[in-house]
């Protein structure tokens, strides 16, 4: 049969990710992602230490990353992104940003990283009062308070879940319940959920229309920083970061007609 009318494949820009050796959702990634872009991951190494201060710093090694990279620009991404927001945010302010340098010298293309898109996209949104939902421990909890107050925002609110391993098997449920809760304050401005191992995609316009404020997670952040290097707008209906139009409430229900049934 003569396929030659059919043309293509058509050209694809990539992205690159390194992703920690866990990471267990890249199917989530790709929800972003349009059809003309290609996601093209990597994992570090595998060490054998839970989810702790220890393995954020252990996976976010120079060396490791940039082996990672340079692996990657074998298939010339247009842009690299590290999706891991403890390994990004552990160093603080000035360690991540030495973090996207060091990727930048590996690959030489642009890169992002997850806590670097966090606070670019608070930026975006003009938020500066954020309250945090994270699986964590609470030193690593602790750590990412420390650095979104140093990148300007103050923390009104933040509930951890004590997990070290397994934090994709987390159910939107708990998910929400948690945001329900980190959302006291009634000066909130926007909501972040953290982990780029914890599932987020589906309920965040669920969550934004119930709270009436933006709510960005890890995997979001990442994506949408990432192929904005790009000049490509990151798929996301009804989230505020991606959508204008959804930063604009609806007026709000009576109490107990905004949750989502199933939820409660």
């Known amino acids: 049969m003569d396929i030659s009318f059919l043309g293509g494949p058509r050209p694809q820009r990539g992205v690159g990710v390194v992703a920690p050796f ?9 929800r972003w992602v349009p ?9 570090t ?35 690299v992104a590290y999706a891991c927001t403890s390994g990004s945010f552990v160093g603080g302010i000035a360690g991540e940003r030495a973090m996207g340098e060091a990727m930048t010298r590996a690959g030489e293309v642009p890169s992002v990283t997850t806590s670097g898109a966090l606070l670019e996209a608070l930026a975006e949104l003009g938020v500066r009062q954020v309250a945090l939902v994270t699986p964590y421990t609470v030193s690593v909890t602790r ?52 982990c780029t191992n914890l599932p987020t995609y589906d309920v965040i316009p669920q969550l934004e229309a119930e709270l009436r404020i933006p709510v960005l997670s890890a995997n979001q952040v990442t994506m949408w920083a990432a ?15 991606m959508d204008e139009s959804a930063r604009v409430w609806p007026p709000a229900l009576p109490e107990g007609q905004g949750q989502q049934e199933g939820w409660t």
């Open 35 to 43: 059809d003309d872009v290609s996601l093209h991951l990597t994992r």
């Open 45 to 79: 190494p595998f060490v054998p230490v839970e989810v702790s201060l220890d393995l954020a710093r252990l996976v976010s090694e120079h060396e490791t990353l940039g082996e990672a990279v340079r692996a990657l620009t074998a298939v010339e991404p247009g842009v």
């Open 227 to 241: 192929l904005r290097r790009l000049g490509i707008r990151a798929v996301g209906p009804y989230q505020a970061l």
């Open 143 to 194: 750590a990412l308070e420390e650095y979104v107050a140093e990148g300007g925002a103050h923390v009104t609110g933040c509930v951890f879940m004590g997990l070290t391993r397994h934090i994709w098997k987390v159910p939107y449920r708990e998910v929400v319940e948690m945001a329900r809760t980190a959302v006291r304050d009634p000066g909130t401005e926007a909501l972040f959920i953290s």
């Open 22 to 30: 866990d990471f267990a959702l890249d199917r989530e990634l790709w």
